[in-house]
């Protein structure tokens, strides 16, 4: 079963300037609603007025064709249709994809059972039902998740529920419940938090079907304290592939191991990348979600800052950059830049 990945969110469920983003030509959204319309649209018989087509009457045969075989052309006719239908959908699945807000989409991907002995039903309830106080901003329940989630190894799968949950705890403000979260999520997809589970993962993000899942778990793994250093090299790899998901996935695993050096990774992304998408991905990271602390959010302010009079940078960037700023501060300056920085100098 598939389940909505989890997706941290601008505030407000979409990214800063949405209506800026990239969408697919007027003409080519018109073709294909004229396509799926076309398809949708009976068609008559050419031998009377009855409609023909998907879960319609079917059309009469004329006088002295078989009743047990179509006429030509009706054969013709729903072969059209099939060939529309097929051609909208899609038409439509593209638009839908080029015009998805860069923040609405996710890449922490699907799970992959990595180790798996004998479902626990018994286990899996408890560890939904813990989970579901994290999601509420249980301290303690994170310590419970934090002592006990590496019993659920192999014996608990990721669930409708779980996914929620997780979903909601991983964009709390509160590091110490995100990290809960992020733990049980390993262990519900059944990755041992040690050496042996890193090595597991460096061999599924060699694997191009599992990498934009791999990449997430690392800095996951990262993140609960199996070798940062080592893991954010793995994932730094990929920040220049030419696949935007997996370039956007590398930022998000970033943004898990949150180390001082990852930082100058994301601002990079967020300045250098060719895809929105992937910029989008980092300016948020930088913002709010991940697990970087406060004084590391400061620290690329900095860098925002000082970028907002920069005339090489897009409108776009810009207005990433002042949300980031925004969300960092908890301050409503506008787009003055001068304000900017005057606050910046006075927080340092």
């Known amino acids: 079963m598939a389940?909505?990945?989890w997706q941290p969110l601008w505030?407000?469920?979409r990214s800063p300037h949405a209506d800026d983003e990239?969408?697919?030509?007027?003409?080519?959204?018109?073709?294909?609603?004229?396509?799926?319309?076309k398809a949708s649209t009976p068609l008559l018989s050419a031998t009377s007025n009855t409609p023909i087509g998907p879960g319609l009457p079917k059309a009469q045969a004329p006088r002295g064709a078989s009743a047990g075989q179509p006429s030509a052309s009706v054969r013709l006719l729903v072969t059209a249709i099939g060939m529309a239908v097929g051609i909208g959908l899609v038409g439509m699945n593209l638009a839908l994809r080029h015009t998805l807000p860069a923040s609405r989409q996710s890449y922490r991907g699907r799970n992959r059972v990595v180790t798996r002995s004998a479902l626990d039903a018994s286990l899996q309830a408890e560890a939904e039902q813990l989970l579901q106080k994290v999601a509420a901003g249980d301290s303690s329940a994170a310590d419970q998740v934090l002592a006990e989630s590496a019993g659920w190894t192999g014996k608990t799968q990721r669930t409708q529920k779980s996914e929620q949950w997780i979903g909601i705890a991983l964009n709390l403000p509160d590091l110490h419940v995100r990290a809960a979260a992020i733990q049980a999520e390993l262990a519900l997809d059944g990755v041992t938090v040690d050496e042996s589970g890193l090595r597991t993962l460096e061999q599924y993000v060699s694997n191009p079907s599992q990498r934009v899942w791999a990449l997430w778990m690392l800095g996951a793994i990262g993140n609960r304290g199996v070798d940062p250093v080592h893991t954010a090299k793995i994932v730094e790899t990929y920040l220049s592939d030419p696949q935007v998901d997996v370039r956007a996935a590398a930022v998000n695993g970033l943004a898990m191991i949150a180390t001082d050096e990852t930082i100058p990774?994301?601002?990079?992304?967020?300045?250098?990348?060719?895809?929105p998408v992937v910029q989008e991905r980092?300016?948020?990271?930088?913002?709010?979600s991940g697990m970087?602390?406060?004084e590391q959010r400061m620290t690329a302010a900095g860098t925002?800052?000082?970028?907002?009079?920069?005339?090489?940078i897009t409108g776009q960037q810009r207005g990433?950059?002042?949300?980031?700023?925004?969300?960092?501060?908890?301050?409503?300056?506008?787009?003055?830049?001068?304000?900017?920085?005057?606050?910046?100098?006075?927080?340092k």
């Open 11 to 13: 505030p407000g469920g």
């Open 265 to 275: 990774m994301m601002l990079d992304r967020f300045r250098n990348d060719p895809s």
């Open 3 to 5: 389940f909505e990945p």
């Open 282 to 288: 980092a300016a948020c990271s930088l913002a709010e």
């Open 304 to 312: 925002l800052v000082t970028w907002l009079d920069d005339p090489l």
């Open 292 to 294: 970087y602390t406060h």
């Open 320 to 347: 990433w950059s002042l949300q980031a700023l925004h969300d960092i501060s908890g301050q409503s300056l506008g787009s003055d830049s001068a304000a900017w920085r005057n606050w910046y100098e006075g927080a």
């Open 22 to 37: 990239l969408k697919p030509a007027d003409e080519d959204v018109i073709r294909t609603l004229a396509e799926i319309e």
